[in-house]
C-alpha cells in the first residue's frame, strides 16, 4: 500500500479532525478492480455460461478520480460482489462501456467516467478522506456506507421518486469509480451512516441486496406488503432473498422459501423459516423441451397452498426471470402483485397472460431503491432488526473469482471483498451492541 494512502488511512479511522485528515496527501495512484475497454468484445459469440469473470477481471493501477462539486472521495475498506459485477466483467446486457460513454456526452463533470477501464463495485463501507463544494451533511473521517443509486435530481421526474429521474444510474455499473478501489468517488447524497456494530465487510454487503428487497416489498412504489400477507420468495438463502426472508418476518408477513438444495432448505430451518419448498428435491420442471410446463406451475401452486392452510401468494418476490416468472404469475392469488427486480435466468420473459389480466393481477418493475428508502433499510440494520448474510470475503486481488463463484452459482448469501482493510472483523465502532445482537448476528451468518 502507498505509504501517503496508509497514512490518510490512519489518520481517517483513528479520529484524525477533518482538517488533519484533508491536509494528508492523496497518493499518486491507487489500486483498483476493473475491466478494460480493450478486451470489451473478448467473449463474443459465447453462451453467457461459458464467459469467465477470472479473464476479464482485474486488478490494476490506475488514476485517482478528480473530485467534483456534491461529491467525497472515499477510502473503502470494504466492498461487495452483486450480479451487475458479473455482467460487467462478461460485458453483458452489453458493455458497461457503452454507459459511460453516454455519460461522457451529458457534461464535463460525465466526461471523467469515460476512461479505458471500468472500476467496479456498487457496494462498499468505509470512511470520508475529501469533500467537494457544496457538501455539508459529510466530513472527512466519518464512517459511512455507499447505497448505489447514483442522481443528481436537476429534473423534475425524480423529485417524488428519485429512480424516475431521466439520469439516474447504477454507481459502479453504470457509472465509472466504484466502490473496489483503495479510494471511490460518490456522490454525497448515497452516503448513510455505517452501523455501529458490523465490521467493515459486513456492512459493505448490503446496501445494494437489501435496499433492492427493502423497495420491492416494503415501499408503496412496489410491494406495500402488509402483515399476513403470503409472501413467495425464489432463492430464499442468496443475497437478495435472504433479505427478503427478514423483511416479511420483522412486517409479519409469511414468507414461503423457495431453495435449490436440502442444505439451503435446512439452514432455514434452523433460522425459525417454516414454511419451505426445496425444488430440487421436489424436482420442479418448469421448462422441458423448451417449453413451460403448466402441469408444474399447478403443482407449486397446490404445495404452497398445503404450507399456507390454503393461501395463494399475495406477493411473489421475484428475481430469476425467464425460469421462473411463468409460475410465479399462475401462482400469485387474485389481484395479487409480482415485483420483478432482475432476471438472473434470462431476460426474455413467457407466462400465460390469461392468469394475469383474468385474475387481475400485477407484475410491478423494482429497480434497486430512492434515498429514503436505502436510508430507511439502512436504520433496520443499526436497530439490530436485520442482520447480514455475508457468506465469505476475499481480497481484492481475489475478485474475479469471487466474480465467478457468483456466475456459476457456486454461493449462497452476499461475497465481500476487502479493500483497504487488511484483515476481516475490523471496524466495529460498539462492541457492546454488537455483544447485545451477537445470537441474531451468528444465527444469519450460519446461513452462509
Known amino acids: ?55 476479464s477481471l482485474h486488478v490494476d493501477e490506475v488514476a485517482i478520480p478528480p473530485l467534483g462539486p456534491n461529491e467525497c472521495l472515499i477510502a473503502p475498506m470494504a466492498s461487495a460482489l452483486n450480479f451487475n459485477t458479473v455482467w460487467t466483467s462478461i460485458f453483458e446486457p452489453l458493455s458497461t462501456f457503452v454507459f459511460l460513454k453516454r455519460f461522457a456526452k451529458e457534461s464535463d463533470l460525465g466526461r471523467r467516467h469515460d476512461l479505458d477501464h471500468h472500476i467496479v463495485g456498487s457496494d462498499a463501507a468505509g470512511v470520508v478522506v475529501r469533500v467537494g463544494a457544496g457538501v455539508t451533511r459529510w466530513k472527512a473521517g466519518d464512517r459511512v456506507t455507499v447505497h448505489c443509486n447514483y442522481v443528481d435530481l436537476e429534473g423534475p421526474e425524480g423529485h417524488d421518486d428519485s429512480m424516475m429521474d431521466a439520469r439516474q444510474r447504477i454507481w459502479g455499473f453504470e457509472t465509472n469509480f466504484g466502490g473496489m478501489a483503495e479510494l ?99 424436482d420442479y420442471r418448469f421448462w422441458a423441451d423448451g417449453e413451460q410446463q403448466p402441469a408444474e406451475w399447478r403443482r407449486l401452486g397446490k404445495r404452497i397452498r398445503e404450507l399456507t392452510g390454503g393461501e395463494d401468494p399475495d406477493l411473489v418476490f421475484e428475481h430469476p426471470g425467464r425460469q421462473t416468472i411463468g409460475a410465479s404469475v399462475f401462482v400469485t392469488k387474485r389481484g395479487g402483485t409480482i415485483v420483478t427486480c432482475a432476471s438472473t435466468s434470462g431476460y426474455l420473459h413467457e407466462y400465460d397472460n390469461r392468469y394475469l389480466w383474468m385474475n387481475l393481477k400485477r407484475i410491478v418493475g423494482s429497480h434497486f431503491a430512492n434515498y429514503k428508502e436505502a436510508w430507511e433499510a439502512n436504520r433496520l440494520v443499526n436497530l439490530g432488526m436485520i442482520h447480514p448474510i455475508l457468506t465469505r470475503t476475499y481480497p481484492l486481488d481475489q475478485v474475479a473469482e469471487a466474480a465467478y463463484a457468483i456466475h456459476t452459482n457456486q454461493h449462497t448469501g452476499k461475497l465481500g471483498v476487502l479493500v483497504n482493510a487488511d484483515q476481516e472483523g475490523l471496524g466495529v465502532a460498539d462492541a457492546a451492541k454488537r455483544e447485545r445482537f451477537a445470537g441474531p448476528l451468528s444465527a444469519w451468518k450460519h446461513l452462509t
Open 1 to 55: 500500500m502507498d505509504k501517503a494512502l496508509q497514512d490518510l488511512l490512519a489518520a481517517a479511522t483513528a479520529g484524525g479532525t477533518p482538517a488533519e485528515i484533508a491536509g494528508l496527501p492523496l497518493p499518486e495512484s491507487m489500486r483498483a478492480a476493473v475491466v478494460r475497454s480493450s478486451e470489451a468484445t473478448m467473449f463474443e459469440g459465447m453462451a453467457s455460461r461459458d464467459k469467465d469473470p477470472r479473464k
Open 184 to 282: 471511490a468517488l460518490v456522490k454525497a447524497n448515497q452516503l448513510m451512516p455505517m452501523p455501529t456494530h458490523l465490521t467493515w465487510e459486513e456492512a459493505a454487503s448490503l446496501s445494494l441486496t437489501l435496499a433492492t428487497s427493502y423497495r420491492m416489498l416494503v415501499s408503496p412504489n412496489a410491494g406495500s406488503m402488509k402483515q399476513g400477507d403470503v409472501v413467495l420468495i425464489w432463492g430464499a438463502t442468496g443475497g437478495l432473498g435472504g433479505f427478503a426472508v427478514q423483511l416479511v418476518t420483522n412486517g409479519g408477513g409469511i414468507p414461503v422459501c423457495v431453495v435449490s438444495s436440502p442444505e439451503k432448505a435446512e439452514l432455514l430451518r434452523s433460522l425459525g423459516v417454516e414454511r419451505i419448498i426445496d425444488r430440487a428435491d421436489e
